[in-house]
């Protein structure tokens, strides 16, 4: 690298903007190059690790080890944290390619795909991800309410995050109160009169996206139980085919998991589950808020592996109070970005954004929000990859980095939360968990984590 770049721009300075796994992926992966390589982190709040700690669910806290692997990156010479920096707001992009080689994009997808039907925003509708991150303590979700007074909710959409949203909906809520769920979504569920959750999806059970190990366990929970009718469960040739391809066995244990679930099922006492398919979500219905959803029997058609659905015209109404729309995440464009706004992502070649080399993307505003957290290693590296191969196309000249972020925030006024103030907060939310016999209390609002910090 040094014999591409010339000695007076050595370390490499490389900017990395947002601090989920995507982002502390691409860290690691630089600091694994064949040159001294300095690494900048912004981050818009003042606490690390993104959808690792705003996106898993609480009860799944071994999902949640990839920060220790973090925290180690962190702790690297070379890596500097600069919590409650959003970019955008003080520091723009051009500001970036003064101080560092290369900006690497690694901000997610914090907005949601819409259902674009009649009601969607009726009081009563709500996104997945809004949900998620206010039982997580995401502090622009943390004063939400959701309404859980009612006895009936839908999910849309028959991907992992439904599953996470139908499972803190039916958990016991005294199974919640060891885990690091936010208190007042506790206090909430504790209270909450939901018996009914309908998992809705607009395609067949060959198509949908869950995962067999996160799908199973809804049967396995404490006074639950789940139902989804054999006749949802009926396979055109098309479907059959798809099942029988080998690549796409995790479909295929999904079907035999929704057949277990067919049949008289016992202990409707307690709260149920009911999955639906070739349902497709026509409008919301209610006067001052969400009473039902319409839904239309679909039909699907194509090739395998290209099936879309089309509406059949039968349509049935579902009575609900509550909805979450499970139907994907979608990234932001950011000013001085180019941006794809069908997808929602940053259009990149190789993870090089635009034709100027020095910026890139990796994680879900690079290829949108799919995978699982161990996703984004193998993206970030791909992502990296072409950063190095950039080198003798960047300005040579050598940049400030983290001493030019400094001096560019110190002008604004900005209160930079570094790494060492985040163990600070880290401690903090533990002992205040310990207390509750939790493995953290997370602090829940800016203006908190600050003030903590004084
Ligand atoms: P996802 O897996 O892409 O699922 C999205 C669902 O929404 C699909 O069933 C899709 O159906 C449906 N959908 C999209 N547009 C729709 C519309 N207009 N009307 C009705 N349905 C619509 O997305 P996700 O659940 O948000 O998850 C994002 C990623 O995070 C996934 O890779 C997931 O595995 C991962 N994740 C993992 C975990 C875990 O490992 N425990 C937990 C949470 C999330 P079609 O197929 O018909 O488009």
């Known amino acids: 690298?040094?014999?591409?770049?010339?000695?007076?721009?050595?370390?490499?300075?490389?900017?990395?903007v947002g601090s989920g796994p995507s982002g502390f992926y691409a860290a690691?992966?630089?600091?694994?190059?064949?040159?001294?390589?300095?690494?900048?982190m912004l981050e818009a709040l003042p606490v690390p690790f993104g959808l690792v700690r705003y996106g898993v669910a609480?009860?799944?806290?071994?999902?949640?080890?990839?920060?220790?692997?973090?925290?180690?990156?962190?702790?690297?010479?070379?890596?500097?944290?600069?919590?409650?920096?959003?970019?955008?707001?003080?520091?723009?992009?051009?500001?970036?390619?003064?101080?560092?080689?290369?900006?690497?994009?690694?901000?997610?997808?914090?907005?949601?795909?819409?259902?674009?039907?009649?009601?969607?925003?009726?009081?009563?509708?709500?996104?997945?991800?809004?949900?998620?991150?206010?039982?997580?303590?995401?502090?622009?979700?943390?004063?939400?309410?959701?309404?859980?007074?009612?006895?009936?909710?839908?999910?849309?959409?028959?991907?992992?995050?439904?599953?996470?949203?139908?499972?803190?909906?039916?958990?016991?809520?005294?199974?919640?109160?060891?885990?690091?769920?936010?208190e007042h979504a506790l206090d909430a569920l504790a209270a909450s009169r939901v018996r009914e959750i309908h998992i809705v999806g607009r395609r067949g059970p060959a198509q949908a996206k869950f995962?067999?190990?996160?799908?199973?366990?809804?049967?396995?929970?404490?006074?639950?139980?789940?139902?989804?009718?054999?006749?949802?469960l009926r396979l055109g040739p098309a479907c059959r085919e798809e099942l029988a391809d080998k690549r796409n066995y995790v479909a295929a244990r999904n079907l035999e998991i929704f057949q277990s679930w067919t049949g008289p099922r016992p202990g409707r006492a307690g709260k149920?589950?009911?999955?639906?398919?070739?349902?497709?979500?026509?409008?919301?219905?209610?006067?001052?808020?969400?009473?039902?959803?319409?839904?239309?029997r679909g039909v699907l058609c194509g090739a395998p592996f290209a099936q879309t659905v089309a509406g059949g015209g039968r349509v049935e109404s579902l009575p609900c109070g509550l909805l979450f729309r499970?139907?994907?995440?979608?990234?932001?464009?950011?000013?001085?970005?180019?941006?794809?706004?069908?997808?929602?992502?940053?259009?990149?070649e190789g993870g090089r954004v635009g034709d100027r080399a020095g910026?890139?993307?990796?994680?879900?505003?690079?290829?949108?929000?799919?995978?699982?957290?161990?996703?984004?290693?193998a993206d970030a590296v791909a992502t990296v990859a072409s950063l190095m191969s950039d080198l003798s196309r960047m300005d040579p000249a050598s940049k400030p980095g983290a001493a030019g972020l400094q001096a560019a925030l110190a002008h604004h006024g900005t209160r930079i939360v570094g790494y060492k103030d985040w163990l600070r907060l880290d401690a903090i939310e533990i002992e205040r968990g310990a207390r509750a016999g939790k493995p953290r209390e997370k602090m829940t609002r800016v203006g908190e984590m600050m003030a903590a910090l004084q």
């Open 1 to 16: 690298m040094s014999a591409d770049l010339g000695t007076a721009c050595n370390p490499l300075q490389v900017v990395i």
């Open 272 to 296: 149920r589950i009911v999955f639906h398919f070739l349902k497709m979500p026509v409008s919301l219905g209610g006067r001052e808020r969400l009473e039902s959803i319409a839904l239309e």
């Open 211 to 232: 995962t067999s190990k996160e799908l199973r366990e809804l049967g396995e929970l404490t006074g639950c139980t789940v139902e989804v009718s054999a006749g949802d």
């Open 326 to 348: 499970s139907i994907g995440y979608r990234g932001r464009a950011l000013d001085g970005l180019p941006f794809d706004a069908r997808q929602g992502v940053l259009p990149h």
């Open 359 to 377: 910026i890139y993307a990796a994680g879900w505003i690079k290829r949108g929000p799919s995978g699982i957290i161990g996703t984004n290693r």
């Open 58 to 182: 609480p009860d799944h806290p071994k999902l949640k080890q990839p920060m220790q692997v973090f925290d180690g990156i962190a702790r690297a010479p070379g890596f500097q944290f600069f919590g409650n920096v959003p970019a955008g707001r003080d520091l723009t992009v051009e500001d970036l390619q003064r101080t560092h080689h290369a900006i690497l994009f690694a901000y997610g997808a914090g907005d949601d795909r819409r259902l674009g039907i009649d009601g969607e925003d009726l009081p009563g509708s709500h996104s997945a991800r809004e949900f998620v991150g206010w039982y997580n303590g995401h502090p622009d979700d943390r004063d939400r309410r959701f309404d859980l007074s009612c006895e009936v909710a839908v999910v849309v959409g028959q991907g992992n995050v439904a599953v996470d949203v139908a499972r803190i909906l039916a958990r016991p809520v005294d199974e919640l109160r060891g885990t690091d769920i936010a």
């Open 28 to 40: 690691e992966a630089l600091f694994k190059a064949p040159c001294s390589v300095q690494v900048d």
